[in-house]
């Protein structure tokens, strides 16, 4: 989507739309048939030192990592190239995004409560065997009829995750070598070149970590909470 900002847009838009209906359904029957909790589980208290590291890890992404303020300016730029609009729609637009990650952000809290809390089941750490193991723990709850509905869910936040960092961080990574360089825009070509070696750089992190979804969420988490301060700056 290097250099097509519309079609981009129109895109995360239907995105988020479908992905906010479908996860709110999803929520509403799980919290319908309550806590799937074993009678012997102990629940276990987050006020330890590993807790508190997971909390600090957490905090990296919530509701979305910090560059996302970065990313957000970056395609309001390229917005108004396309059709000029006023700061309050930029600062719109922010909000909007912000508020519909923190609601999000609690509605698949509760969707994790209600449905993998304390259910007796091992969680899979490699990601394939992750998202099976979840579809069919919202089967079993829910019904087997949300196994489509379940896995639009899980697909529509990945694709979108995967537009939102390839196109953003892209975008953030050339703003800065356009300064470097003096010029006055950067090119569709150069663009998409920085798409390619986001991409592939992403894909090269997932092969390293192969297997260990816990070990690369907590190093991406971590990462994105310690160096916020840097991006804050």
Known sequence: MSGRYRALDRVSKIIIVTLSIATLVAAGIAMSRGMQMQPDFIEPTPWTLAGLGFLIALMGWMPAPIEISAINSLWVTEKQRIRPSGYRD??????????????LALVFLA????????????????????????????????????RPLVAFIAFACMYGTTITVVDGYARAIAEPVRLLRGRDKTGNAELFAWNIWVAGSGLAVIFWFDGAMAELLKFAMIAAFVSAPCLRG
Do not use: C, H
């Open 90 to 103: 930029g600062i719109f637009d922010f909000n909007v995004g912000y508020i519909a990650s923190a609601v």
């Open 111 to 146: 969707l994790g409560a209600f449905v993998q809390y304390g259910n007796g089941e091992a969680v899979q750490m490699a990601g394939g065997k992750y998202i099976g193991q979840l579809i069919n723990m919202y089967a079993v709850t829910i019904g087997g009829w949300s």
